[in-house]
């Protein structure tokens, strides 16, 4: 089994093109809904939170964990990695959804990285949390790649909040367009949803950005990172069909209800 952590809803987006892409795994996700939003808590409360999560993921199975949280993955993943997982869980490993996009933004995978790559200025965008835009992992992750890149950072305050309460498709066009109307999007080619749960509204970011600029699809992105990873490390790869199990520590009903719209059919989380 394969374990899936985010603070709400948002690691749904990475969910379910993980199960598509690995019908042969069982998956548990953990959503932290009764914490969420991350993005207004301290560094040391995200870093706690996340281990909590993760524990639980862990005690249940799951020897591997994908943190589909941005921020999480920010701000908590390096630590984690370092001192508490080899303490804690040593056989264990923790993925994050930061790298795999960078590799993708800069075409410099993991073990090429202080190379100098042999590519052209590009002009990258990023839309995030406060707290991953002011935590400078993907500019660290993409200077050591490809410092070429210059990439501009938009901060997205409240908009995990308004699609974690349900709020509707006015409200949720009106601010992702104030963001964009605030950013200098001049010669930006490509555009980064650098929060799990902005793919649940990239029709409003597609919407309000101009038509040349692409979005990468960070689902995607980490779906192939994974399958990758798999088949260079076989023993993480479990026996499964395909079930999924969803824990939230929020209210179950409320949790139900808002990750149905998003997902477009019936979610049932049980209270973990
Ligand atoms: N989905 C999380 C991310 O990818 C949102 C963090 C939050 O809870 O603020 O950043």
Redesign the pocket.
């Known amino acids: 089994m394969i374990g899936v952590f ?3 809803s ?2 749904l987006t990475i969910l379910k093109t993980l199960t598509e892409r690995l019908p042969d795994q069982d998956f548990l996700y953990f959503g932290d809904h009764g914490n ?5 808590r301290s560094n040391e409360q995200i870093v706690e939170l996340t281990k909590v999560g993760v524990t639980r993921l862990m005690d249940a199975g799951c020897s591997l964990v994908v943190l ?7 701000i908590a993943l390096r630590s984690l990695q370092e001192t508490w997982l080899p303490e804690q869980f040593p056989r264990n490993r923790i993925l994050g ?1 930061l790298v795999p996009m960078v590799e993708a933004i800069t075409g410099v995978p993991w073990s090429q990285q202080n190379q100098s790559p042999n590519r052209d200025a590009e002009k990258i965008l990023l839309f ?2 406060q ?2 835009v002011a935590s400078g992992a993907y500019q660290e992750e993409i200077n050591k790649r490809a410092p070429q890149v210059d990439l501009v950072q938009k901060a997205c305050p409240g908009l ?1 909040d308004a699609i ?1 309460g349900g709020a509707g498709p006015m409200p949720l066009r009106g601010m992702i367009e104030g963001f964009i109307n605030e950013t200098d999007v001049a010669g930006v080619s490509t555009a980064v949803l ?5 793919p649940l509204v990239e029709g409003y970011f597609k919407a309000a950005l101009p038509q040349h600029i692409s979005i990468l699809s960070q689902p995607e992105i980490v779906a192939d990172a994974l399958a990758n990873y798999l088949n260079r490390h076989n023993h993480y790869r479990t026996k499964g069909t395909g079930r999924v199990t969803l824990l939230t520590t929020g209210d179950p009903k409320t949790v139900n209800s808002v990750s149905r719209r998003f997902a477009g059919h019936k979610l049932i989380f049980t209270r973990q």
């Open positions: 985010d603070s709400g948002g690691g969420a939003p991350y993005g207004h589909a949280c941005n921020t999480a993955a920010a959804v995030a949390t707290k991953t995990v974690e650098g929060c799990t749960h902005f």
